[in-house]
C-alpha cells in the first residue's frame, strides 16, 4: 500500500491543474515529486530551498496576493522552526495557508530528534482558527487535503493536515467535520485519532466501550464525544498519535456540564534517546495495542470497581 506522503504530490498536482489559485511552496522536501507540475506552472510551484521560516513567509505572501498556497516540509520544520512566521504572518494577518506536514512524531526515527515533533498540534493549539486533520489512511488524507484546499471553492482558512507514514488497514468515510462511531458500547468512550484506531479496535476487542474514531481534530467534534457519552457512562480515554493530553481540554470543555473523567494517552513527553524503529517507539509510549489494552482497562475498571 502506498503511503500518505505518496498521494501528497499526485493529489496536490491535480489541485493546481484544477484552480489557479492554487500555488505550492517547498522547502527541498518532496521537490521531486512536483518536477512535472513545476514544468507545467512554473509560476505557481515555488522551492525556497531549506529556509523554512521563507518558507511560511512565502506562502503567506501568496495568500496575501488571494492564491491558495500548499506549504510542505517535515513537520518540525513546518511548526516547530518557523512557529514566529505562522503566528505573525498568517494569523497576525489573518490570512490563510493549508501547512502539509511529513514525518511528525517519530515516523523518521533515524532522523534524530531534529525531525520529530510529537507537539505539532498541541503548538497550533496556541494559536486561533485553525483546522487540524490527522487522517488515518491514504485515502483519507487524499480527501482530507481536496478539502482542505478547497480548489475552485475561494477557501482562505489556516489548515493543518498531519501526514504520517502509519496507516490503518482501512479507510473510513471522513469530512472533515464528524467523529465516525465505530462500535457503540455501555462501559466508556474511547476515541481514536487517526492512524491509532488499528491499535485502539484491537485493544479493545471484547470489551463494552463505544469506539470514536477522529480525523478531523480542530474543531473538536464535542457535540458526538457529548452524544456518545449521555447513555455510556462519562469515562472518556483519548488515544492520540502525538503529545499525549493534547485534546483533553477540548474533551473536558465538551462535558463541562456532566461529572466526567477523561484519560489522555499519547506522546509521552520524555525523550527517547534510542532511535530505533517506529514500532519500538510505540511499544516505549504504551501505543501498541496489548499496552493500550491495559492502560484502557484498568481506567475504566477503576470506576467499576473490577
Known sequence: MDTMRDRFAPVVSRLLDEDPRVAVVLA???????????RRHPDRVIN????????????AGLALTGMRPVVHTFASFLVERPFEQVKLDLGHQDVGAVLVSASASFDWPAGGYTHMAPGDVALLDTL??????????????ETLLRHA?????GKDDKA??????QSNGRAGTVDGQRFLTVHEGRRGVVVAVGPMLDAVLAATEGLDVTVLYETTVRPFDSAALHRATES??????LVEP????TSTPAANDALGDVPHRVLGLGVGRRELRRYGQVEEHMAAHGLDAASLRERIDGFLGARLGV
Do not use: C, M, N
Not at 48 to 59: D, K, M, N, S, T
Not at 232 to 237: A, F, I, L, Y
Open 28 to 38: 527541498e522536501i518532496s521537490g521531486d515529486g512536483f518536477a512535472e507540475a513545476a
Open 48 to 59: 525556497v530551498g531549506i529556509r523554512e521560516q521563507l518558507l511560511v513567509g512565502a506562502g
Open 128 to 141: 486561533d482558527g485553525w483546522t487540524v486533520h490527522v487522517p488515518g489512511h491514504p485515502d483519507e488524507a
Open 149 to 153: 484546499v478547497g480548489a475552485g471553492e
Open 160 to 165: 493543518y493536515v498531519r501526514l504520517s507514514v
Open 232 to 237: 455510556k457512562g462519562t469515562d472518556v480515554v
Open 242 to 245: 502525538y503529545l499525549a493530553g
